[in-house]
C-alpha cells in the first residue's frame, strides 16, 4: 500500500495546484473575497485593499529575496518610484491608467537596472547596501525635479477608469487590486516552476554551484531584480491610487522593512508564505490594539498617540522573534502541522 | 577661499562624528562578520542617555562622558547577549535581518521613553567660537576631531600590541582556528559590541553637543554607512579616515551643488565605490565576485 504523497511524473511536481483540498480552499478564498465587498463596511475593506496591494509588493520582493536570495532594503524606492510614475503619466499628462500602471512598473525597471547592473557582480550585502542608498537618493531626485513631479507639494490622483469602467467606488477598487494581485500571484508562480525561476533558487542557494551548471549569475541576478522592481513598481502605483495622493512622506522607509518582515513571518521563498505573512503584518497592528483595548481604554488612547511607534516596535519583534524560533515563518509550521497530522501517531 | 576653507572644517567636523560612527561598524564588521544595521540607533540611545544624565544628574563634564560610557558598555553587552548570541550559527542573511529588527525597536523605543521634540546637549563647553585666522570654529568641533585622532592612535596601538587586540584579530582571521588556540569567540564578540557602542556612542554625544538630539538622529547611521565602505568594512582605521573623506565631500558638495546633494553625496558615493573597489580604500581584498 502507498503511504504518503508520492509524485511520479515531472508535471505532477510543477503543478501549480496539486490537490483537490487546494483547490476547494482557492476557490473558496477566490469566493470570499469576491463577496467581500458586498459584506464588509468600508474600515475592513480598506483592511482588504490594503492586504490586497501589499501582497502585490511582498509577491515582487519574494521574486528578489525569497527565490534568488538577495536583500534589498530599498524596496520602497521603488514602490514611490512606480507612485509617481502613474502619478505624473495620468494626473499631469492625462494618459489612459493602463498606460500609467505599464509606466509604474517600467519606470522602476529601469531604475533598477541602473542600481543593480553595478552591485550584483558582487556576493553577499552589498545589494542590500545599494538599494539602501537607491531610496534615500531618490526621494531627493523627486523633491529637486519640481518641473516634472511637484516637489514637495505630491500630486494628486484619482481612482481610475478603464475600458469605460469606473474603478472609483471602494468596491470595484477592490476589484482591480484583486485582479492585480491574483495576475501577480500566477505570474510569481509561474516563474518559480520555469527554467527561470530554478535558476533563481539555483543562486540562492549556492552560487558557484550554479554558476558551475552553467547559470549566468549576473544575468539571471538583474533579472531578478528587474522583475521584483517591476511588480513593486505596480504595486507602487496602486498604493499611490488608494492614499489618492503621491507624495515622498506616503512611502516612508518603514515600508522596507514591512515587506521583509512579511517575506520572514510567511516564510521566505514561498508565494504562499507571502500571503500568509502579508495578512498577519497587516492585521498585526490592528489586533493587537483591539486586545489593548480590551484591557483598558488608557492603554486604548497610547496606542491612538503612538500608534506609528507601536507598529515599527511589532514590526521589529515579530522579525526578531520569528528568525530566532521559527525561521521557516507561517508556511514552515504550516508544513510541519500537516505532515504530523498526516503521519499520526507515528513521528514520520 | 574663506568659503572653502569654512566648509573644510565643518566638513572634518561632522566627517569626525561619521568616522567614529563608522569605526563602530568596522569593529562589529571585523569581529563577527556581520553588518549591524542597528548601529545608528545605538548611538542615539546613548546620545540620549547623555542628555539625561546632563540635565537630571549632573551637568559636570566627566560625570556625563563617564555615565555615557558606561551606559554605552552596557548597551552594547545587553544586545550582544539577549539578541546576538542566540542568532550565533544562523545564516548571515538571519543575522543581518536581526539586527535590522533591532534598529527599528530601538528608534520607537527612543521616541517613548523620550519625546519626539529636538533637544540641546548643555554641559557648559563645546558650543564657544575660537578664532583661526579669521575663521570662527566652534570648539566641539575641534574637540570631535582630535578626539577622532587619538581614538584612531589608540585603536591602532590596540589591535597592534594588545593580547586582546590580537585575539579579536585572531577571530576575525579565522574563527574556528582561534578557537583551537583557547580564544573565547563569545567573549570577543562580547566586547566587540561593547567597543563599538562605545566609540559610536561618542561619536553621538558629540553630535549632540554641536547640533542637537532629535528622533531622527538615527540616520546618523546611515550617512557613517558610506563611510564604512569608502574605508573598507573591515578596516576600523580606514572607516575612521573614509568618515572624514564623507564628511568633506558631503560639505563640498552641498555648499557648491546645493542642499539636496549634499543628503544624498554620501550615498552616491557608495555606489561609485562599489564599482570602482568594492572592499573600500583600506579594506582587504576579498570580495568574492561571483
Keep these: 500500500m502507498r503511504t504518503g504523497d508520492y509524485k511520479q511524473t515531472y508535471g505532477e511536481l510543477v503543478a501549480l495546484i496539486d490537490s483537490p483540498p487546494v483547490w476547494l480552499w482557492s476557490t473558496v478564498l477566490l469566493l470570499a473575497l469576491i463577496a467581500a465587498p458586498f459584506v464588509l463596511n468600508s474600515y475592513a475593506l480598506s483592511f482588504v485593499m490594503i492586504i490586497l496591494i501589499t501582497v502585490t509588493g511582498a509577491l515582487g520582493l519574494n521574486i528578489l529575496t525569497g527565490y534568488t536570495g538577495l536583500i534589498s532594503l530599498g524596496h520602497v524606492g521603488f514602490l514611490v518610484t512606480g507612485a509617481y510614475a502613474y502619478a505624473v503619466l495620468v494626473s499631469k499628462y492625462h494618459m489612459p491608467p493602463l498606460v500609467g500602471f505599464l509606466g509604474a512598473g517600467l519606470v522602476p525597471a529601469l531604475a533598477s537596472l541602473i542600481v543593480g547592473a553595478p552591485s550584483l557582480r558582487l556576493k553577499g550585502l552589498y545589494l542590500a547596501i545599494t538599494t539602501l542608498a537607491f531610496s534615500f537618493i531618490i526621494n531627493t531626485v523627486i523633491l529637486e525635479m519640481r518641473w516634472l513631479t511637484n516637489g514637495a507639494r505630491g500630486i494628486q490622483v484619482q481612482r481610475p477608469q478603464i475600458f469605460g469602467i469606473s474603478f472609483d467606488s471602494d468596491a470595484a477598487f477592490t476589484y482591480l487590486c484583486l485582479a492585480i494581485a491574483a495576475l501577480t500571484l500566477f505570474a510569481t508562480l509561474n516563474i518559480r516552476r520555469s527554467r527561470v525561476g530554478r535558476a533563481f533558487v539555483a543562486i540562492r542557494d549556492n552560487d558557484t554551484a550554479a554558476r558551475v551548471m552553467g547559470i549566468n549569475l549576473h544575468a539571471y541576478k538583474l533579472f531578478a531584480f528587474v522583475t521584483s522592481a517591476f511588480i513593486t513598481g505596480i504595486a507602487g502605483a496602486l498604493y499611490g491610487i488608494y492614499l489618492s495622493f503621491v507624495s515622498v512622506e506616503g512611502f516612508p522607509f518603514l515600508l522596507s522593512i514591512e515587506a521583509l518582515a512579511i517575506l520572514i513571518v510567511g516564510g521566505l521563498g514561498s508565494a504562499l508564505g507571502a500571503v500568509l505573512g502579508t495578512v498577519l503584518i497587516v492585521l498585526l497592528p490592528e489586533a493587537t490594539r483591539i486586545v489593548f483595548s480590551l484591557f483598558s481604554a488608557q492603554m486604548d488612547t497610547t496606542f491612538t498617540t503612538g500608534a506609528q511607534e507601536l507598529k515599527s516596535m511589532l514590526y521589529g519583534l515579530v522579525i526578531i522573534l520569528f528568525l530566532r524560533f521559527q525561521p521557516r515563518g507561517l508556511v514552515g509550521a504550516w508544513h510541519d502541522i500537516k505532515r504530523t497530522w498526516v503521519h499520526w501517531p507515528l513521528r514520520y | 577661499m574663506q568659503y572653502l576653507i569654512q566648509l573644510l572644517i565643518s566638513g572634518l567636523a561632522i566627517g569626525a562624528i561619521y568616522g567614529l560612527i563608522a569605526m563602530g561598524f568596522a569593529v562589529i564588521y571585523k569581529s563577527t562578520g556581520l553588518v549591524n544595521f542597528a548601529q545608528g540607533e545605538m548611538t542615539m540611545i546613548t546620545a540620549y542617555i547623555a542628555w539625561t544624565i546632563s540635565t537630571t544628574v549632573s551637568g559636570n563634564v566627566f560625570v556625563v562622558a563617564v555615565g555615557a560610557i558606561l551606559a554605552a558598555v552596557l548597551l552594547g553587552l545587553v544586545i550582544e547577549r539577549l539578541v546576538m548570541r542566540p542568532m550565533l ?100 564578540h562580547a566586547l566587540a559590541w561593547a567597543a563599538s557602542s562605545v566609540i559610536a556612542g561618542i561619536g553621538g554625544v558629540f553630535f549632540a553637543l554641536s547640533y542637537d538630539l532629535s528622533p531622527a538622529m538615527f540616520q546618523l547611521g546611515l550617512k557613517a554607512f558610506p563611510a564604512t565602505i569608502l574605508g573598507g568594512l573591515d578596516a576600523v582605521l580606514g572607516s575612521g579616515l573614509g568618515g572624514l573623506l564623507i564628511g568633506i565631500t558631503e560639505n563640498l558638495a552641498g555648499g557648491y551643488l546645493g542642499s539636496g546633494m549634499k543628503e544624498v553625496a554620501g550615498f552616491a558615493m557608495i555606489i561609485v565605490v562599489l564599482m570602482i573597489r568594492p572592499f573600500g580604500i583600506f579594506g582587504e581584498r576579498d570580495i568574492e565576485r561571483v
Design chain 2, 89 to 188: 550559527g544562523e545564516p548571515v542573511f538571519a543575522t543581518v535581518m536581526v539586527t535590522i529588527g533591532l534598529a527599528v525597536i530601538l528608534r520607537s523605543a527612543i521616541n517613548f521613553i523620550w519625546d519626539a521634540y529636538p533637544h540641546g546637549l548643555d554641559i557648559g563647553m563645546g558650543r564657544g567660537i575660537v578664532h583661526l585666522g579669521g575663521i570662527g570654529v566652534r570648539t566641539g568641533q575641534i574637540a570631535v576631531i582630535v578626539t577622532l585622532l587619538a581614538l584612531l592612535a589608540a585603536i591602532w596601538a590596540f589591535f597592534r600590541y594588545s593580547k586582546v587586540g590580537v585575539a579579536m584579530r585572531a577571530v576575525a582571521a579565522d574563527d574556528r582556528t582561534a578557537l583551537l588556540m583557547g580564544i573565547s569567540a563569545t567573549k570577543v
